[in-house]
């Protein structure tokens, strides 16, 4: 398995003033984003990994905070 697979960087975006950090690995042109119990990837392309890695967390927080207001949960 390819070193590189193995290797999570760090992320924090900030939303409504809420910091949410998650992790990010870039493999073979993709980058993935984990946070909570949520992951998301796309191809990064002429972007580079970290902005598109940014993208993702903010998305998949805004996917866990509308889940958690759905829920009643705080």
């Given at each position: 398995?390819?070193?590189?697979?193995?290797?999570?960087?760090?992320?924090?975006?900030?939303?409504?003033?809420?910091?949410?950090?998650?992790?990010?690995?870039?493999?073979?042109?993709?980058?993935?984003?984990?946070?909570?119990?949520?992951?998301?990837?796309?191809?990064?392309?002429?972007?580079?990994?970290?902005?598109?890695?940014?993208?993702?967390?903010?998305?998949?927080?805004?996917?866990?905070?509308?889940?958690k207001r759905k829920s009643g949960g705080s």
């Amino acid at each position: 398995m390819d070193a590189s697979y193995e290797t999570t960087k760090e992320i924090e975006v900030e939303l409504n003033g809420s910091r949410y950090r998650g992790r990010y690995r870039v493999m073979s042109g993709a980058v993935i984003v984990y946070y909570e119990n949520e992951i998301k990837f796309v191809d990064h392309g002429m972007n580079g990994p970290k902005v598109v890695a940014k993208w993702l967390l903010t998305d998949l927080a805004h996917r866990v905070e509308a889940k958690k207001r759905k829920s009643g949960g705080s």
